[in-house]
Protein backbone atom coordinates (compact mmCIF):
# COMPACT_ATOMS: atom_id res chain seq x y z
CA UNK A 1 0.00 0.00 0.00
CA UNK A 2 1.80 3.30 -0.93
CA UNK A 3 1.99 5.73 2.13
CA UNK A 4 3.53 8.93 3.05
CA UNK A 5 4.47 9.50 6.67
CA UNK A 6 6.04 13.04 7.93
CA UNK A 7 7.98 13.83 10.95
CA UNK A 8 7.44 15.50 13.48
CA UNK A 9 4.05 16.07 13.82
CA UNK A 10 4.16 19.32 14.73
CA UNK A 11 7.05 21.34 15.56
CA UNK A 12 7.68 24.82 17.65
CA UNK A 13 11.06 27.00 16.67
CA UNK A 14 12.67 30.59 17.59
CA UNK A 15 12.29 32.93 14.99
CA UNK A 16 15.46 32.67 13.34
CA UNK A 17 16.47 29.39 13.57
CA UNK A 18 16.36 26.55 11.18
CA UNK A 19 14.40 23.20 10.80
CA UNK A 20 14.06 20.39 8.59
CA UNK A 21 11.26 18.35 8.33
CA UNK A 22 10.85 14.76 6.97
CA UNK A 23 9.18 12.43 4.70
CA UNK A 24 9.45 8.90 4.26
CA UNK A 25 7.26 6.94 1.54
CA UNK A 26 6.22 3.47 -0.11
CA UNK A 27 5.06 4.80 -3.21
CA UNK A 28 5.57 3.28 -6.06
CA UNK A 29 6.46 3.19 -9.18
CA UNK A 30 7.49 6.44 -8.24
CA UNK A 31 7.27 9.67 -10.37
CA UNK A 32 7.43 12.80 -7.78
CA UNK A 33 7.62 14.53 -4.60
CA UNK A 34 6.50 18.08 -3.99
CA UNK A 35 6.69 19.70 -1.04
CA UNK A 36 3.22 21.89 -0.14
CA UNK A 37 3.06 24.99 2.22
CA UNK A 38 -0.18 25.50 3.78
CA UNK A 39 -1.24 28.08 5.78
CA UNK A 40 -4.24 28.26 8.26
CA UNK A 41 -7.85 29.00 6.29
CA UNK A 42 -6.05 28.49 2.87
CA UNK A 43 -5.05 25.95 -0.13
CA UNK A 44 -1.98 24.28 0.06
CA UNK A 45 0.82 26.30 -1.88
CA UNK A 46 3.63 24.71 -4.05
CA UNK A 47 6.72 25.05 -2.81
CA UNK A 48 8.88 22.07 -4.84
CA UNK A 49 8.68 19.70 -6.92
CA UNK A 50 11.40 16.66 -7.73
CA UNK A 51 11.83 14.28 -10.26
CA UNK A 52 13.40 10.79 -9.72
CA UNK A 53 16.70 12.11 -11.30
CA UNK A 54 16.89 15.21 -8.61
CA UNK A 55 18.40 14.93 -5.06
CA UNK A 56 17.68 18.79 -4.14
CA UNK A 57 15.57 22.09 -5.22
CA UNK A 58 15.80 25.20 -3.36
CA UNK A 59 13.15 27.63 -3.25
CA UNK A 60 14.13 30.90 -1.49
CA UNK A 61 14.66 29.94 2.41
CA UNK A 62 13.20 26.34 1.34
CA UNK A 63 15.35 23.45 0.16
CA UNK A 64 14.04 19.83 0.11
CA UNK A 65 16.42 17.29 -0.81
CA UNK A 66 15.14 13.35 -1.99
CA UNK A 67 17.11 10.13 -2.24
CA UNK A 68 15.22 8.04 -4.47
CA UNK A 69 17.20 4.96 -2.98
CA UNK A 70 15.85 5.12 0.68
CA UNK A 71 12.98 6.81 0.00
CA UNK A 72 13.17 9.66 1.81
CA UNK A 73 12.81 13.69 1.34
CA UNK A 74 13.55 16.59 3.29
CA UNK A 75 12.67 20.29 3.62
CA UNK A 76 14.84 22.39 5.07
CA UNK A 77 13.80 26.22 6.35
CA UNK A 78 16.73 28.21 6.74
CA UNK A 79 16.06 31.48 8.96
CA UNK A 80 12.95 30.79 10.10
CA UNK A 81 10.22 33.81 9.72
CA UNK A 82 7.27 33.89 11.81
CA UNK A 83 5.48 34.07 8.35
CA UNK A 84 6.67 30.15 7.66
CA UNK A 85 4.38 29.39 10.79
CA UNK A 86 2.02 26.92 8.42
CA UNK A 87 1.77 23.23 7.89
CA UNK A 88 4.25 21.34 5.57
CA UNK A 89 2.66 18.27 2.96
CA UNK A 90 4.86 16.42 1.35
CA UNK A 91 2.77 14.79 -1.24
CA UNK A 92 4.30 11.41 -3.76
CA UNK A 93 2.92 10.64 -7.05
CA UNK A 94 3.16 7.21 -8.77
CA UNK A 95 2.47 6.73 -12.22
CA UNK A 96 -0.36 4.17 -13.11
CA UNK A 97 -0.42 3.94 -16.62
CA UNK A 98 -0.64 6.12 -19.51
CA UNK A 99 -2.81 9.39 -18.13
CA UNK A 100 -3.22 7.73 -14.90
CA UNK A 101 -1.81 8.37 -11.41
CA UNK A 102 -2.06 8.33 -8.01
CA UNK A 103 -1.43 10.43 -5.58
CA UNK A 104 -0.22 9.82 -1.95
CA UNK A 105 -0.53 12.88 0.83
CA UNK A 106 1.40 12.51 3.71
CA UNK A 107 -0.51 14.20 6.87
CA UNK A 108 1.43 17.28 7.50
CA UNK A 109 4.16 18.63 9.89
CA UNK A 110 2.66 22.02 11.76
CA UNK A 111 5.22 24.28 12.19
CA UNK A 112 4.82 26.95 14.25
CA UNK A 113 7.44 30.01 14.30
CA UNK A 114 7.51 32.24 17.86
CA UNK A 115 9.55 35.68 18.40
CA UNK B 1 -4.41 35.38 -13.26
CA UNK B 2 -6.75 34.45 -10.93
CA UNK B 3 -5.96 31.19 -9.93
CA UNK B 4 -8.77 28.50 -9.16
CA UNK B 5 -12.11 29.81 -7.79
CA UNK B 6 -14.56 28.18 -5.86
CA UNK B 7 -17.51 28.76 -4.71
CA UNK B 8 -19.38 29.04 -1.71
CA UNK B 9 -15.93 29.93 0.61
CA UNK B 10 -18.11 28.83 3.52
CA UNK B 11 -21.68 26.69 3.61
CA UNK B 12 -23.26 25.37 6.64
CA UNK B 13 -26.54 23.22 5.87
CA UNK B 14 -28.92 20.55 7.74
CA UNK B 15 -28.43 17.02 7.75
CA UNK B 16 -30.16 15.48 4.33
CA UNK B 17 -30.07 18.34 2.06
CA UNK B 18 -28.31 18.58 -0.91
CA UNK B 19 -24.89 20.43 -1.38
CA UNK B 20 -23.23 21.48 -4.83
CA UNK B 21 -19.41 23.24 -4.54
CA UNK B 22 -18.34 24.47 -7.49
CA UNK B 23 -15.18 25.25 -9.27
CA UNK B 24 -13.66 27.51 -12.49
CA UNK B 25 -9.98 26.24 -12.82
CA UNK B 26 -7.35 27.88 -14.24
CA UNK B 27 -7.47 28.74 -17.70
CA UNK B 28 -5.43 26.42 -20.35
CA UNK B 29 -4.97 23.70 -17.58
CA UNK B 30 -6.31 20.35 -18.26
CA UNK B 31 -6.17 18.31 -14.85
CA UNK B 32 -8.64 19.29 -12.19
CA UNK B 33 -8.56 17.51 -9.06
CA UNK B 34 -10.91 17.71 -6.11
CA UNK B 35 -9.92 16.86 -2.61
CA UNK B 36 -11.18 16.39 0.87
CA UNK B 37 -9.39 17.62 3.78
CA UNK B 38 -10.15 17.32 7.32
CA UNK B 39 -8.33 16.95 10.87
CA UNK B 40 -8.44 13.42 11.47
CA UNK B 41 -7.63 12.06 7.70
CA UNK B 42 -5.54 15.41 6.47
CA UNK B 43 -5.90 16.15 2.67
CA UNK B 44 -7.61 13.00 0.18
CA UNK B 45 -8.18 12.88 -3.31
CA UNK B 46 -11.31 12.16 -4.18
CA UNK B 47 -11.44 12.29 -7.34
CA UNK B 48 -9.63 13.81 -10.77
CA UNK B 49 -10.20 14.56 -14.50
CA UNK B 50 -7.98 14.73 -17.15
CA UNK B 51 -9.33 16.79 -20.44
CA UNK B 52 -12.93 16.84 -18.46
CA UNK B 53 -13.16 13.18 -18.42
CA UNK B 54 -12.63 11.59 -14.86
CA UNK B 55 -9.89 9.40 -14.69
CA UNK B 56 -10.05 8.08 -11.01
CA UNK B 57 -13.16 8.21 -8.98
CA UNK B 58 -11.96 5.70 -6.12
CA UNK B 59 -11.21 8.22 -3.61
CA UNK B 60 -15.05 9.31 -3.81
CA UNK B 61 -16.03 8.15 -0.34
CA UNK B 62 -19.76 6.65 -1.39
CA UNK B 63 -22.47 6.79 -3.85
CA UNK B 64 -23.60 10.09 -2.15
CA UNK B 65 -21.02 12.05 -3.51
CA UNK B 66 -20.54 12.94 -7.45
CA UNK B 67 -19.05 15.18 -9.68
CA UNK B 68 -18.73 16.35 -13.04
CA UNK B 69 -17.09 18.40 -15.45
CA UNK B 70 -19.22 19.17 -18.32
CA UNK B 71 -17.04 21.72 -19.91
CA UNK B 72 -12.86 23.02 -19.44
CA UNK B 73 -13.92 25.91 -17.32
CA UNK B 74 -16.23 24.66 -14.79
CA UNK B 75 -16.68 21.47 -12.13
CA UNK B 76 -19.28 20.56 -9.48
CA UNK B 77 -18.75 18.46 -6.84
CA UNK B 78 -22.33 17.54 -5.41
CA UNK B 79 -23.50 15.64 -1.86
CA UNK B 80 -27.02 14.29 -1.74
CA UNK B 81 -27.95 13.92 1.15
CA UNK B 82 -25.68 15.37 2.87
CA UNK B 83 -24.95 14.07 6.53
CA UNK B 84 -22.41 15.61 9.33
CA UNK B 85 -19.25 13.40 8.44
CA UNK B 86 -19.15 14.98 5.36
CA UNK B 87 -18.10 18.82 7.65
CA UNK B 88 -14.55 19.09 6.03
CA UNK B 89 -12.74 21.76 3.62
CA UNK B 90 -13.21 20.75 0.04
CA UNK B 91 -10.59 21.81 -2.50
CA UNK B 92 -10.99 22.47 -6.01
CA UNK B 93 -7.05 22.50 -7.82
CA UNK B 94 -6.04 22.33 -11.14
CA UNK B 95 -2.80 21.64 -13.28
CA UNK B 96 -1.41 21.24 -16.77
CA UNK B 97 0.06 18.16 -17.72
CA UNK B 98 0.40 17.42 -14.18
CA UNK B 99 1.40 13.66 -14.72
CA UNK B 100 4.94 15.61 -15.76
CA UNK B 101 5.08 17.03 -12.54
CA UNK B 102 3.93 20.50 -13.32
CA UNK B 103 2.74 22.59 -10.63
CA UNK B 104 -1.17 21.97 -9.57
CA UNK B 105 -2.38 25.22 -7.76
CA UNK B 106 -5.21 24.51 -5.07
CA UNK B 107 -8.44 27.13 -4.86
CA UNK B 108 -9.06 28.45 -1.52
CA UNK B 109 -11.30 25.66 -0.66
CA UNK B 110 -14.77 25.54 0.37
CA UNK B 111 -15.84 24.96 4.21
CA UNK B 112 -18.79 22.57 4.77
CA UNK B 113 -20.47 22.47 8.12
CA UNK B 114 -23.61 19.72 8.20
CA UNK B 115 -25.37 20.13 11.33
Known amino acids: KNQVEQSPQSLIILEGKNCTLQ??????????LRWYKQDTGRGPVSLTI?????NTKSNGRYTATLDADTKQSSLHITASQLSDSASYIC??????????????FGKGTKLSVIP | DAGVIQSPRHEVTEMGQEVTLRCKPI?????LFWYRQTMMRGLELLIY????????DSGMPEDRFSAKMPNASFSTLKIQPSEPRDSAVYFC?????????????FGEGSWLTVV
Open chain 1, 91 to 104: VVSAVLGAGSYQLT
Open chain 2, 49 to 56: FNNNVPID
Open chain 2, 93 to 105: ASSYRALEGNTIY
Open chain 1, 50 to 54: MTFSE
Open chain 2, 27 to 31: SGHNS
Open chain 1, 23 to 32: CNYTVSPFSN
